[in-house]
């Protein structure tokens, strides 16, 4: 089935550094969505991605969909603390048996030290 | 006030017993979601319905039962058949399953 990847699994930055994770799936992706869970919440929508190479960006948080549609990136520019949880990445698979099946990767758990 | 609600917050059970997750929206969504999470893992899909009576298993359905008679209710049982069942349970929905997921607050279930 479907594999979605995601690194680093943790991550430590001083406040003001930049923060980067990745996310790549074993096949290609309709679209691809992510999330961020503070500590002790659920999972809040960020973004979604549908087109291929897309680029778009929140205030300092840049989201990047892949040429193939098989991976994507996460990059927040000067870290604050209020950046703080894990940020998951969650890929819809392309057609298939499990259409309508959202796999989730493994987050990427960013902790910012003032 | 729009949401998802999960109830209880904490649930705590004796190994052997069935126990049963609410999870009530009132957004209108078609789609509906049962997640478990455990400590420092991602989350995994159990179960999902696209459309109110119909229902699909995800990746980890063993030992889990689910309904969805009312489009706006989608409640999961936890059964004796689940060999781990301590994690904590998101419910979702969206307007379909290709649009963004709502999360509830979960439920933290503890199986002794």
């Not at chain 2, 705590?12 to 997750?21: A, H, I, M, P, S």
């Not at chain 2, 999870?23 to 459309?51: F, K, T, V």
């Amino acid at each position: 089935g479907q594999q979605v990847m995601q690194i680093p699994q943790y991550q430590h930055v001083q406040e003001g550094e930049d923060f980067t994770t990745y996310c790549n799936s074993s096949t290609t992706l309709s679209n691809i969505q992510w999330y961020k869970q503070r500590p002790g919440g659920h999972p809040v929508f960020l973004i979604q991605l549908v087109k291929s190479g897309e680029v778009k960006k929140q205030k300092r948080l840049t989201f990047q969909f892949g040429e193939a549609k098989k991976n994507s990136s996460l990059h927040i520019t000067a870290t604050q603390t209020t950046d703080v949880g894990t940020y998951f990445c969650a890929g819809l698979e392309a057609g298939g048996t499990s259409y309508g099946k959202l796999t989730f990767g493994q987050g990427t758990i960013l902790t910012v030290h003032p | 006030d729009g949401g998802i609600t999960q109830s209880p917050k904490y649930l705590f059970r004796k190994e052997g017993q069935n126990v049963t997750l609410s999870c009530e929206q009132n957004l209108n969504h078609d789609a509906m979601y049962w997640y478990r999470q455990d400590p420092g893992q991602g989350l995994r899909l159990i179960y999902y319905s696209q459309i109110v009576n119909d229902f699909q298993k995800g990746d980890i359905a063993e030992g889990y039962s689910v309904s969805r008679e009312k489009k706006e209710s989608f409640p999961l049982t936890v059964t004796s058949a689940q060999k781990n069942p301590t994690a904590f349970y998101l419910c979702a929905s969206s307007i379909s399953v290709r649009d963004e997921q709502y999360f509830g607050p979960g439920t933290r279930l503890t199986v002794t």
